[in-house]
């Protein structure tokens, strides 16, 4: 499991670097050089996409994806430890009913190109049930370190490390 979440950290951190220096590139060649670079909001948009879901799943082991905690941060015990495990079970339908319409939808896709990159939107498309798949994975993983007492639900999710 480690060696997962390891390629998926790197690849979304590999993204996040060349959308960010293609940005900075493309910046500059607009206002110093006066000459846009055609493809890059394209790229960019495309490649921050896939890297949203490749990251999404990290944020899905570790509990620290965007939640309203209203009723769990009031919750102890066995009572949070339900809760908890009733909205990942949740995530995991969710995710599901994602990758099952998400496959298709991207087969869909594939002949289209998109105006600039000329690549198959399929390819784009891909992303959501790629990353909804390891969202319902980890999830699923996430069950289980809560069901064996393996991670506390009362630390901070920043500071929880991955057992595999």
Known sequence: MKTLINILKNIAAAILLVGVLITFVAVIARRVFNNSIVW???????????????AM?????????????LIPSRLHGNAKKILTIVIEVICIIFDIVLVRLGFPFALGNVKQTSAALHIPYGYVNLAIPVGALFMAIFSAYRIYQIATNKISLDADPEELEVEA
């Not at 890059?40 to 949203?52: C, D, G, L, N, V």
């Open 40 to 54: 890059s909001e394209e790229f960019i948009r495309y490649s921050f996409i896939w890297m949203f879901f490749l």
């Open 57 to 69: 799943p990290i944020c899905t082991l570790k509990g620290s994806h965007l939640t309203l905690d």
